[in-house]
DNA sequence: AAGCAATGATTAGCCTCCTAATTAGTTCCT
DNA sequence: AGGAACTAATTAGGAGGCTAATCATTGCTT
């Protein structure tokens, strides 16, 4: 949930003013920066605070979506590796979530057979049925934060945010680096 | 930083055929969620990569950015409490990250002489200078990343994250309500 | 067959955020 | 004047991120 922004954003003609000083802030940008992280955030919190009454947090929601199948209703084994992989986190990352996730009893970890140095993880009966207990609620939640926007408006947003993602940086002007972060070298 | 989401989103497809299991999941509404969570996600996380090359952080640099007068490059003393308010998070949140900033020489604290419960905080010079030094990098930082969409754009981006922002929740369905999902009472 | 590099998981230590409890200082009320 | 109630800031302790270092197992290489 960590933001920390400013709880009021700005207003346009505020930025505008700010130029003057600051000539390499372009305000259409800014603005539009400014309310995407805010809408983000506002969303994001939104999830979290609807998981937190069920004694969830995001990161261990989203482990325990990646252990489910949703088609089934099953658990599927994955290794920490992988989740971390799925999950976009390092692996010590998912070794604390998965610790809690087991203390809670929602998980196992158990040794791979082939290969003693991976373990396994999979979802405990309990663990699918708390999920499947939160999916509903979860799904609203999203639906009603959504609600604003129409179809088409839904699509137009999807598109448009679809061209900030995953764009590549010009890199070179962010600062002096030369082929380290951008590289295919995850 | 901490979002921890789906690395990969998933596709349109899969959420239709998703909804088969799970009645209350709106593809669209779903679609435009992940989407938002991601963009602003990766927003974020780019403006934290560029910070930390400065040694600050999305909660260091918003502190900061409060302290600073931008039109007069001054100072501005504020207390704990108000810097909370304005950015958004607790007061303890705040004690700590002023402790960081002071132990760095780039603000200090004292106390105020009308009311010794309270504190001041301001910049230092060097803490002026230093966010100064940052300031053309970030603004630079922000256009960027808004570069893939027009003017044109970013107006229609901002006009619908701003349906969603601060938009009110129905409230009495996110909270435990299982049936009567048609019914909004308030 | 023994050693060494690679791979998977964990641990250790740090940061930012939280809530709840504590400490310090002010104000208000007889 | 002396407490009670309030308000400001901090401390304590927890969660979830991170990186870097460590431990365990595998498998390759000679």
Redesign the pocket.
């Given at each position: 949930?960590?933001?920390?922004m400013l709880k009021d954003l700005p207003r346009y003609e505020c930025l505008l003013e700010a130029v003057r000083r600051h000539p390499d802030l372009d305000p259409s940008a800014c603005e539009a920066y400014l309310n995407l992280l805010r809408a983000g955030d506002e969303a994001y919190q939104r999830s979290e605070n609807f998981l937190s009454k069920h004694d969830m947090?995001?990161?261990?929601f989203?482990v325990m979506m990646l252990l489910y199948d949703k088609m089934a209703g099953k658990a599927i084994p994955t290794?920490?590796?992988?989740l971390?992989d799925k999950a976009?986190?390092?692996?010590?990352?998912?070794?604390?979530?998965?610790?809690?996730l087991e203390r809670d009893g929602l998980v196992v970890?158990e040794h791979?057979p082939?290969?003693?140095?991976?373990?396994?993880?999979h979802l405990t009966p309990q663990g699918v049925s708390t999920l499947e207990s939160i999916l509903p609620g979860h799904f609203q939640q999203m639906a009603q934060q959504m609600a604003p926007l129409s179809q088409d408006e839904r699509r137009t947003l999807v598109r448009l945010l679809n061209k900030l993602i995953g764009a590549p940086l010009p890199a070179a002007a962010v600062e002096a680096e030369p082929a380290a972060a951008a590289a295919h070298h995850s």
């Open positions: 949930m960590p933001l920390l947090s995001p990161g261990r989203t290794t920490p590796a992988d971390a976009g986190v390092t692996r010590a990352t998912i070794t604390g979530l998965v610790d809690t970890r791979d082939r290969d003693r140095r991976m373990m396994l993880v």
